[in-house]
């Protein structure tokens, strides 16, 4: 089955840096594209960023344009989200997200597998 599994979160200061993983298992990583999404308290969940297949093809919501950084290494079936200047409004839970048609789009109607999360907490 389809595993996917974040690391990475914890607790940065404003202006601070973390970069997540996300590891994927039981599907044929080149063939997918990945995505990012976030969850913070009270909120819906929203998108993040997304990457092609090859990694040639990137996508970020407008308030992470020029601080978030996806990429990807397939021969390690690995995602990445390299996360700069990071600000306390980017605090929230951090999921890893693919699926069959998923082609980063930010609803997350073709989202088919989710990874369990990952906790990031950005103080002032």
């Known amino acids: 089955q389809v595993q996917l599994v974040e690391s990475g979160g914890g607790l940065v200061q404003a202006g601070g840096s973390l970069r997540l993983s996300c590891a994927a298992s039981?599907?044929?990583?080149?063939?997918?594209?990945m995505g990012w999404f976030r969850q913070a308290p009270g909120k819906e969940r929203e998108f993040v960023a997304a990457?092609?297949?090859?990694?040639?093809?990137?996508y970020y919501t407008d308030s992470v344009k020029g601080r978030f950084t996806i990429s990807r290494d397939n021969a390690k079936n690995t995602v990445y989200l390299q996360m700069n200047s990071l600000k306390p409004e980017d605090t929230a839970v951090y999921y890893c997200?693919?699926?069959?048609?998923?082609?980063?789009?930010?609803?997350?109607?073709?989202?088919?597998?989710w990874g369990q999360g990952t906790q990031v907490t950005v103080s002032s």
């Open positions: 039981g599907l044929t990583f080149n063939a997918y594209y």
């Open positions: 997200a693919t699926g069959d048609s998923f082609r980063g789009e930010r609803d997350s109607s073709q989202v088919r597998y």
């Open positions: 990457i092609s297949w090859s990694g040639d093809r990137t």
